[in-house]
């Protein structure tokens, strides 16, 4: 019996480091090397590893486009690592636990024009936890609600319709237990907050299109989904 694929690229030390990192975040090539030590060629050729399993995706960042974020795909990673285990048995197969309930936190999202993304997500998570994870967003150069935001989110049960765009200035001095950019451009300005938590980045382009909306909330809900279950991890522990 064969090995399954994502067994042989996730076994690898250096390999398994780094899906650790990405786990808390997109990560750029240089930032990977800082945190593991490592010297970038090598990091970049266990990087393709991980692309050619399916386990990691790349984006060209949108404020360098000389640059790449590499992200872990949790949705594929959990898919891949339950289908490991059925191969050896049916009685193996991982299942995933049950979605969180009464979580409590506070996080921030961020991108440049607090217009859609970060308003997009402020609204995923209020309406996911009912409250009860405190959801703020803001933006370095603020602008208008995007009309195909609040749409995008009615169209999920949730009204936007009233929703304000902020500067990040506005929540100077607050503590957060996560603060996530949302856009290239918003991370490299991000300020440093109270606590000090390490900011979180999701690179996820802007969108134009509707269907780029859709898109954009289906990604967002993905990853908000994830991230309450680090809220009860810390809980927890």
């Not at 992200?71 to 049916?90: T, V, W």
């Not at 765009?165 to 440093?192: M, N, Q, W, Y």
């Not at 802007?206 to 908000?224: H, K, M, Q, S, W």
Request: with cysteine; charged share 20%.
């Amino acid at each position: 019996m064969t090995a399954p694929a994502v067994l042989t690229a996730a076994a690898h030390p250096l390999r398994w480091r780094l899906l650790g990192e990405l786990a808390r975040g997109d990560l750029a090539v240089h930032e990977m090397t800082a945190l593991v030590g490592q010297p970038q060629n090598l990091v970049s050729y266990h990087l393709r590893k991980l692309r050619d399993a399916g386990l990691v995706t790349a984006r060209r960042s949108s404020a360098d486009g000389r640059d790449t974020y590499y992200a872990l795909d949790l949705g594929r990673c959990a898919e891949l690592f339950a289908g490991a285990g059925a191969s050896l048995h049916p009685g193996l197969r991982l299942q995933p636990p049950h979605a969180p309930r009464h979580v409590s936190g506070r996080v921030l999202f961020l991108c440049t024009g607090n217009s859609a993304r970060s308003q997009m997500a402020e609204g995923l998570l209020r309406h996911g936890t009912g409250g009860t994870v405190e959801a703020h967003s803001a933006g370095s150069r603020p602008k208008p609600v995007h009309p195909q935001a609040v749409a995008t989110m009615a169209a999920r049960g949730i009204d936007l319709a009233g929703a304000r765009s902020k500067h990040l200035d506005e929540f100077a001095g607050r503590r957060f237990d996560r603060v996530i950019t949302l856009c290239d451009r918003v991370k490299e300005v991000c300020p440093e907050f109270p606590g000090h938590p390490r900011p979180v980045h999701w690179s996820i382009p802007e969108p134009v299109e509707p269907a780029e909306f859709a898109r954009v909330a289906d990604e967002l809900a993905g990853r908000i989904a994830f991230l309450l279950y680090t809220f009860v991890s810390e809980g927890a522990s």
